[in-house]
Each structure stands twice: as C-alpha cells, then as structure tokens.
C-alpha cells in the first residue's frame, strides 16, 4: 500500500510536470484536485473495510 502510494504520488508529480509543460497553469489545478478527491474516496473505502 505504502509503495503504491509511493508510485503513484511520483506519477502524479510527473503527469503535473508533463501538463505544465505542455498547457499552462490552469488545467492542472483542476485535475490534481480530481486526483486528491479520488485518492481520499479511496482511503475511506479502505477504512469501511471497502
């Protein structure tokens, strides 16, 4: 679990990095609050034993 989120935290920063990069400041706000979202629904799927 640790290491997924190990991975996946890089891959988001490298997504955000690539995003950036290619459109500007203002997409990638909205998707990494997506990302955050999905990753906390997750988290209490978990904890309900999910």
């Keep these: 679990r640790a290491l997924f989120e190990h991975k996946f935290g890089h ?3 490298i997504v955000d990095l690539l ?21 906390t629904q997750d988290e209490q799927d978990s904890q309900n034993g999910g």
């Excluded at 459109?23 to 979202?37: A, E, F, K, Q, R």
């Design 11 to 13: 891959m988001t920063a």
């Design 19 to 39: 995003i950036h990069h290619h459109l500007g400041d203002d997409l990638p706000s909205i998707i990494y609050v997506n990302i955050t979202v999905n990753n």
